[in-house]
């Protein structure tokens, strides 16, 4: 069965650079979320989209933006980044918003960025 | 607001029962999970309650919840060594957005 897909897997920026995450729901789940896992840390829920409209929104740093697009997949964009933006970054994605316990949500793999 | 806690460490032998334990604040989740992590991996659903069951097995997986003091257990039958992982519990936000908010997690180490 197709999975969430997150690109790239690893990511290496240098303080101050911009990044860039991508994320491919799985086929016909119109909800995407993006959570932040710094080392050691729980995963911390970042914002959510819903028909390409943002549902949620929790502690994401003004240098961020993100959005969904037509065909469902979603980025997180991230600007002048700083050594404690490095953490995993999961994207999970969902039929509805109805949450885990129904309507398949699925987390992807995540992308490991290190910034240096 | 909403805040959910774990203890941070438990080791077991293979083939005892594990308990994990977890602390929740809001009282309006209607549901519950575990996810479990392996190293350098995602986030995988173990299982959930709905907040008016006391308790749900699951194969080797039984969850309790005592609504009353906001504490979730998880307990694992017959621990192995490929259960060793990063366990959390998380709950549903207010606000039906689907929106989780994790434990800090338990890492269980099974040995052999």
């Known amino acids: 069965a197709a999975g969430v897909i997150q690109s790239p897997r690893h990511l290496i920026k240098e303080k101050r650079e911009t990044a860039t995450l991508k994320c491919y729901p799985i086929?016909?789940?119109?909800?995407v979320y993006w959570y932040q896992q710094g080392p050691g840390q729980d995963p911390q829920f970042l914002i959510s989209?819903?028909?390409?409209?943002?549902?949620d929104k929790g502690s994401i740093p003004d240098r961020f933006s993100a959005q969904q697009f037509s065909d469902y997949h979603s980025e997180l964009n991230m600007s002048s980044l700083e050594l404690g933006d490095s953490a995993l970054y999961f994207c999970?994605?969902?039929?509805?918003?109805?949450?885990?316990?129904?309507?398949?949500?699925?987390f992807g793999s995540g992308t490991r960025l290190t910034v240096v | 607001g909403e805040d959910v806690e774990q203890s941070l460490f438990l080791s077991v032998r293979e083939g005892d029962s594990s308990v994990i334990n977890c602390t929740y604040t809001?009282?309006?989740?209607?549901?519950l999970y575990w996810y479990k992590q392996e190293p350098g991996a995602g986030l995988q659903l173990l299982t959930y309650?709905?907040?008016?069951?006391d308790m749900k097995q699951d194969q080797r997986l039984t969850v309790l919840l005592n609504k009353k003091d906001k504490h979730l257990s998880l307990r694992i039958a017959d621990t192995q060594t490929g259960d060793s992982a990063i366990y959390f519990c998380?709950?549903?936000?207010?606000?039906?957005?689907?929106?989780?908010?994790f434990g800090q997690g338990t890492t269980l180490q099974v040995k052999p």
């Open positions: 999970a994605s969902s039929l509805g918003t109805g949450g885990p316990r129904n309507y398949g949500y699925t």
């Open positions: 086929p016909r789940h119109d909800t």
């Open positions: 989209f819903y028909e390409k409209m943002q549902s």
């Open positions: 809001d009282s309006s989740s209607t549901y």
């Open positions: 309650i709905f907040s008016n069951m």
């Open positions: 998380a709950e549903s936000s207010s606000g039906n957005t689907g929106k989780l908010i």
